[in-house]
């Protein structure tokens, strides 16, 4: 190996590749050609990361440092992570003030600050804030018999200067009053108080508007927002748990109270104050954020909710349904032969039908399914109650510890078992992140009745809303080898017992990984010996270590190797002598790219794996995942033109990553065709 693939690290640090992902994201919101409200939707998007970022990695980062336990790489890099955090938070609030709210009030949407109120705006204002704030709000002095109170995460609060005496004689200098959580962020205003058709007022301008009344007799010196970010990251011990869902339970109810770990304050704010906060919440000042703005720009996609401006959004779209499946018996059509569905260019409506339709069929004996998302108001949960209540065999693999939609899904597991499903919580320490739906079907046949298997496989999850937001692959299948594995797989997470042998299927944590290095050293093998090889996957990240050091393997080998990796990816690509004929790029756009999709060239076979699993050390060894082979040779090749050529060929979504893991967004060529993959999927796939 030559100087230069020894000169750095053959592994990239993840937290930067975090935020160098949301920095892509930014520049969606920061294109003029994008429609105005995306524009804000992107930048709305990137806060709502960045809070994830805080609240799961970084929270992390600290816990590791605290015990001694922080990864080479985070150490030596976290000076960088705090200025490239720091910066893309600056980045936000100059383009929301310096560009999206001066070309938003030149459309009519207009938000009333409380200090450019005119007369009207300030009585609506004050009516509102009678009526419907100012009796929910408890101000909270500061002094010996009033201490700091508890901090929700994320809540909005403000922290007041005062001077002067109150009724018992005290002088309290400070005080914290807390947003009510059960109103809104931001409110519509009628066109006749606000003077333009659009306008809205945020809930933290009426309450620094009139925070003055909640300390009669007393100076209002100052008032300021602040934001706290907690450590939201769930602990379950494996080892002593024994009911996992009321162990769940009991740490839900502290989420909101995690570890401080980042203080966001608005601009102008008293250095005093900023100190008084950081040794409240024992923070220092690199985690504080200083901001021009809102303290939540999360909340402005109310905003967006609230406007009607459809020529600020992008088109509508009706997805497509493919023709084997318009008009026909869909249990038909899928044992005629199998069936691929690329969303959100192709209508999620025939995976609630599957099951829809299962619940509702007397043919229909059992049902299976697991669930990781799948939204507090679902179709798909609701088809399963209803068919555990019509008396049908109902299996269902909830997930608990789907971040975020832990609490969701505890609701629909007793919902579920009340309805007389049975439901089980996968395998303790393993979140069950494969996406699967068999349906068994008692049908006639030459011999009499036999009960006939039907799946569903999925890149993404049961979630009718995401499903059209989300780029993601599903299958229907009656292959008896591709159902009979999926059956074992169901076996394996709701009994006990040593595991079979997978006929199609590659499962995680058992096959997948063994699969995955086993294809890439045979890519690797073909290229030495003189024979074409090619290895191309789209993933969401790719962190896993010895599936970079086996590409890097095969780049030496001659392979050539395309790497669609939407978010963070630590391989560092176009290194000579180490990764020479590695490609990584990028894909941000209308939709959120978030399938996973292997491509082995094989000699010539094609091998092509649909996927639950990034390339990720939780995926590849602490999850139950699931890979299927598209076996169809017409639909393998849409899965090789539709999820890897396209993309390939984009010169204008595509951002191409170096070796250090910069990212630059690829241009067309003068004179030549510019190519947008998710466009032309939409023109190809889905209705205009």
């Known amino acids: 190996m030559n100087d230069a693939a020894s000169a750095g690290p053959h592994l990239l640090n993840r937290e930067l590749g975090i935020l160098a992902f949301n920095e892509r994201v930014l520049a969606q919101a920061e294109d003029p050609a994008m429609p105005l409200l995306e524009r804000l939707r992107f930048l709305t998007i990137v806060s709502n990361n960045l809070d994830e970022f805080f609240e799961i990695r970084i929270a992390e980062l600290k816990q590791l440092r605290l015990r001694g336990r922080e990864p080479a790489d985070a150490r030596a ?30 459309h009519g949407v207009v938000i009333h600050l409380s200090g450019t109120w005119t007369e009207a705006q300030r009585a609506w204002a004050e009516r509102y804030f009678d009526s419907e704030v100012e009796p929910l709000l408890t101000p909270i002095a500061l002094d010996p018999s009033h201490p700091f109170p508890r ?7 403000f922290i007041v200067e005062l ?9 309290a200098g400070v005080a914290v009053v807390q947003a009510p959580r059960v109103l809104p962020r931001v409110l519509k205003v009628p066109p006749e108080v606000s003077g333009a058709p659009h306008g809205v007022m945020l809930l933290s301008s009426i309450v620094q508007g009139f925070v003055d009344r909640l300390f009669p007799g007393m100076t209002v010196r100052s008032v300021h927002q602040f934001r706290l970010t907690r450590d939201s990251d769930l602990f379950v011990d494996d080892e002593e748990v024994t009911d996992l869902r009321e162990a769940l339970q009991g740490e839900l109810s502290q989420r909101h109270y995690g570890d401080e770990v980042r203080l966001e304050v608005s601009a102008g704010i008293p250095d005093s104050l900023v100190a008084l906060l950081l040794r409240e919440f024992e923070l220092d000042e690199h985690d504080c954020y200083r901001v021009a703005g809102p303290v939540n720009l999360v909340r402005l996609q109310q905003v967006i909710d609230l406007v009607d401006l459809p020529e600020l ?24 032969h199998d069936i691929l569905l690329h969303h959100p260019y192709e209508s ?6 599957f099951l829809v339709s299962a619940a509702r069929d007397p043919k229909v004996v059992a049902i299976k399914q697991t669930v990781y998302r799948t939204g507090a108001d679902s179709a798909l949960m609701q088809a399963l109650i209803d068919a555990a209540q019509s008396g049908k065999e109902v299996t269902v693999v909830v997930e ?11 609701n629909w597991a007793d919902k579920l078992e009340r309805a007389g499903a049975h439901v089980v919580y996968g395998v303790v320490g393993h979140k069950t992140h494969a996406k699967m739906a068999m349906v068994l079907r008692r049908e006639e046949g030459k011999g009499g009745t036999r009960l006939r298997r039907y799946a569903h496989l999925g890149t993404g999850n049961y979630h009718p809303k995401t499903a059209r937001l989300y780029e993601d692959f599903g299958l229907f299948t009656a292959n008896e080898d591709i159902c009979s594995d999926v059956h074992e797989v169901f076996r394996r997470l709701t009994g006990l017992g040593q595991r079979g042998t997978l006929r199609q299927l590659a499962q995680a944590p058992f096959t997948l990984h063994e699969m995955l290095i086993a294809s890439i050293r045979r890519e690797a093998a073909n290229a030495r010996a003189g024979r074409k090889a090619r290895i191309a996957a789209k993933v969401n990240a790719l962190l896993e270590p010895t599936v970079i050091e086996a590409l ?23 290194v000579p002598g180490l990764s020479e004929n590695i490609r990584v790029r990028s894909i941000v756009g209308r939709f959120l790219e978030h399938s996973r999709v292997y491509y082995f060239w094989n000699g010539g076979k094609k091998d092509v794996w649909l996927s639950s699993a990034d390339w990720m050390d939780r995926n590849l060894f602490r999850r139950v995942e699931v890979a299927f082979p598209v076996r169809d040779r017409k639909l393998r090749d849409r899965v090789i033109e539709e999820a890897i050529e396209v993309h390939l060929a984009d010169n204008l979504n595509a951002w191409v990553m170096d070796s250090d893991g910069r990212y630059a967004q690829r241009k067309a060529r003068r004179g030549a065709k510019r190519r947008q993959a998710q466009v032309e999927l939409l023109g190809g796939l889905a209705g205009g």
């Open 313 to 336: 959004k992008f088109p509508p779209f009706e997805p497509a349904v493919p023709a084997p499946l318009r008009n026909k018996d869909l249990f038909a059509a899928i044992r005629k």
């Open 151 to 157: 901090i929700l995460n994320k809540s909005l609060n």
């Open 552 to 574: 890097y393997d095969a780049s030496n080998a001659g392979v050539k190797v395309d790497l669609i990796v939407r978010g963070v990816c630590a391989l560092r690509p176009g």
């Open 348 to 353: 999620f409506a025939p995976v609630m039908e």
């Open 163 to 171: 001077q002067g005496q109150d009724a018992f004689g005290r002088r």
């Open 400 to 410: 608990l510890m789907a971040r975020f939609d832990e609490e969701t899904n505890i």
């Open 77 to 106: 890099a976290r000076d960088e992570i705090v200025d490239r955090a720091r910066k893309l938070v600056e980045r936000q609030y100059a383009l929301l003030n310096g560009t999206i709210l001066p070309a938003l009030a030149a």
